[in-house]
């Protein structure tokens, strides 16, 4: 067997392995955080006695199923922490505080800090292996420019900033006083019905704000290489005109001369 056979045979095998290992590591994961926030509550609150309660608890898992099986980023990182709210959506009183103390709060949260971040380092054990041919980019061998370093100290504070503002936000919802006091008076016999609601409208809105004024003020910014960027404009401009390149009619033209030539050489 030659060796660059056998090479090729060992990388996939380990790429193989890596890839199962990724997998197990984001089920492992997701099945601790379901069992967080959806089958110890569940068991707590009582809202899992009905068959229409388990079948919302067994959401989530499906979701997650479904994002490992398909190995996608976007159902792992974005569908499966969306469904875990399904069950609480119909069945409020799961979020209710004599379900969540502080620290067990403290718990779930670090257990979707990880999940998150585990998600989304075990996700690139997932990618294709690189190609044999590689050519670095113009950029590459220059030093990192000063707004770059700028930059990426400034995406470690947007890291930092999603992590800890949701969080005060629903710890000031879930457990402060003066907060709890209020909604008791105010709202009486509907305390785990808004909660949940004011938990879901925290989430929305950190989420609209993170997209639009976080990320939207890097938008214009995302130049990535510039010769690279230089030479997909030029094609791109090249590509949206109406009528072909001058290329093209010379092509033709010889195709033509060459067709016209073979034509009188079989005549004679």
């Known amino acids: 067997m030659p060796a660059a056979t056998l090479h090729a045979r060992t990388t996939d095998a380990n790429l193989g392995r890596w890839r199962t290992f990724a997998d197990a590591v984001a089920a492992a994961l997701g099945v601790n955080l379901w069992v967080s926030l959806v089958l110890l509550p569940g068991f707590v609150a009582g809202a899992l006695a009905t068959p229409f309660g388990q079948i919302a608890a067994l959401v989530p898992l499906g979701v997650l199923g ?3 099986w398909r190995r996608s980023e976007l159902v792992l990182l974005l569908g499966f922490p969306a469904a875990l709210m399904v069950p609480t959506a119909f069945a409020p009183e799961m979020a209710n505080v004599h379900v969540y103390g502080p620290i067990r709060f403290a718990i779930v949260a670090l257990g979707l800090v990880g999940y ?3 998600a989304s ?3 690139s054990f997932r990618e294709p292996p690189p190609p044999v041919g590689r050519r670095l980019l113009a950029s590459a061998s220059r030093p990192v420019p000063h707004r770059w370093r700028r930059r990426f100290r400034v995406y470690a ?3 930092a900033l999603s992590l800890i503002f949701p969080l005060v936000l629903l710890y000031t919802i879930n457990f402060d006083d003066k907060a709890r006091e209020f909604v008791l008076r105010r709202y009486p016999g509907r305390v785990a019905a808004l909660t949940t609601t004011m938990n879901l409208g925290a989430v929305s809105f950190w989420i609209l704000t993170y997209f639009w004024f976080f990320l939207g003020v890097f938008r214009p910014h995302r130049t990535g290489d510039r ?3 230089s030479e997909l404009d030029k094609i791109r401009r090249q590509t949206g005109r109406a009528r072909p390149r001058p290329q093209f009619y010379l092509g033709v033209a ?6 016209v030539a073979l034509f009188l050489l079989r005549g004679q």
């Open 121 to 123: 380092v075990f996700t």
């Open 227 to 229: 010769d690279l960027l």
């Open 254 to 259: 010889c195709a033509l001369i060459l067709m």
């Open 66 to 68: 479904l994002g490992v």
């Open 157 to 159: 504070s947007l890291t």
């Open 116 to 118: 998150l971040f585990g």
